[in-house]
């Protein structure tokens, strides 16, 4: 893989250059759930929305300040406290808030229903490799939902964070999210062509 992923840059006492992906993009999803592509004030699970104007008690001030910040209209969060956002409309991340106050970003990275057995697992730790070389520079990480059969990128941001720093970590995780959705394609279809060929 030739591909490498962006590094955090960020020094000390210094603020931090800015992504490629700009947080200011952010704009609530449209279309249908997160497998297909997740919808503001929809639900991802059946959960109903919450009426426009009204934000949920269980949706942390953090999150609220971004939802103002960037103009996030209220009803977009979920009756679960979910938000989901579309980055350049093309990267979409769930937003959901944790019981101890963290918010977890998470997005879809790569489908792997299709694949079973040791084709699956040789692709996964294919991956897995790739990623041991970049969680020392990132906070995100990949994770499996074998039920839904995807293949995740996830993050947590803490619960004390500022504004600031949610935006820097959207930022980084989008930026992540691109590099990890091209890898992940890349080396599936590189493993098919070659199973193709054999």
């Known amino acids: 893989m030739n591909d490498r992923p962006p590094s955090r840059q960020a020094g000390a006492g210094s603020a931090a250059q800015a992504p490629s992906a700009k947080v200011l ?11 297909g592509s997740p919808r503001a004030g929809s639900s991802l699970s059946g959960s109903p929305a919450r009426p426009e104007g009204s934000v949920s008690p269980v949706v942390p001030a953090l999150l609220r300040a971004y939802m103002v910040a960037h103009q996030v209209a209220p009803g977009s969060v979920l009756a679960d406290g979910r938000l989901g956002l579309s980055f350049d409309g ?13 918010l977890l970003l998470s997005a879809a990275v790569l489908d792997v229903a299709d694949r079973s057995g040791p084709a699956r697992e040789e692709l996964l730790v294919a991956l897995a490799g790739y990623a041991t070389g970049v969680m020392r520079d990132h906070d995100s990480g990949l994770a499996l939902d074998e039920e839904a ?9 803490a619960a004390d964070a500022s504004l600031f720093k949610l935006e820097s970590a959207l930022g980084d995780f989008v930026n992540m999210l691109s590099f990890w959705t091209g890898s992940a394609r890349m080396e599936a279809a590189r493993r098919q062509a070659t199973l193709s060929r054999g």
Request: aromatic share 4%; proline share 9%; no cysteine.
């Open 25 to 35: 993009s952010a704009k609530p999803l449209s279309g249908g759930p997160l497998s």
């Open 149 to 157: 059969g995807r293949l995740l990128l996830h993050q947590q941001v």
């Open 90 to 102: 093309r990267w979409r991340v769930q937003v959901r808030p944790l019981s101890d106050g963290r």
